[in-house]
């Protein structure tokens, strides 16, 4: 499975060392870009305000996205999620 790692620098790399010793796991990208992700599931750290925005995006293109971060509190657009 090819993981893309999205979102701050220093959180992606300690994923990435994290996801790299699984099994599964054949390819960990660390990337700041989602425009055309290239990979099986993407794995969101981002905080930003505009996170469930790509987020949404994302699952829009059918992507399994993995959001890591603190609860959304947004109850409008979770529900349209």
Same mark, same amino acid.
């Not at 949404?56 to 999620?81: I, R």
């Given at each position: 499975m090819k993981l893309l790692v999205a /979102?701050?620098?220093?959180?992606?790399?300690?994923? !990435? *060392? &994290?996801?790299?010793? *699984?099994?599964?796991?054949? !390819?960990?990208?660390?990337?700041?870009? =989602?425009? @055309?992700?290239?990979?099986?599931?993407?794995?969101? =750290? @981002? !905080?930003?305000p505009g996170t469930l925005h790509k987020?949404?995006?994302?699952?829009?293109? /059918?992507?399994?996205? &993995? =959001?890591?971060?603190?609860?959304?509190?947004?109850? /409008?657009?979770?529900? *349209?999620?």
């Open positions: /979102g701050d620098k220093i959180r992606g790399k300690q994923w !990435e *060392k &994290y996801l790299r010793k *699984k099994l599964s796991v054949t !390819e960990v990208t660390l990337t700041t870009d =989602l425009q @055309n992700p290239a990979a099986d599931a993407v794995v969101l =750290l @981002n !905080e930003s987020l949404l995006t994302l699952v829009q293109k /059918g992507m399994p996205v &993995y =959001l890591v971060s603190s609860l959304p509190t947004d109850v /409008g657009f979770l529900q *349209k999620l």
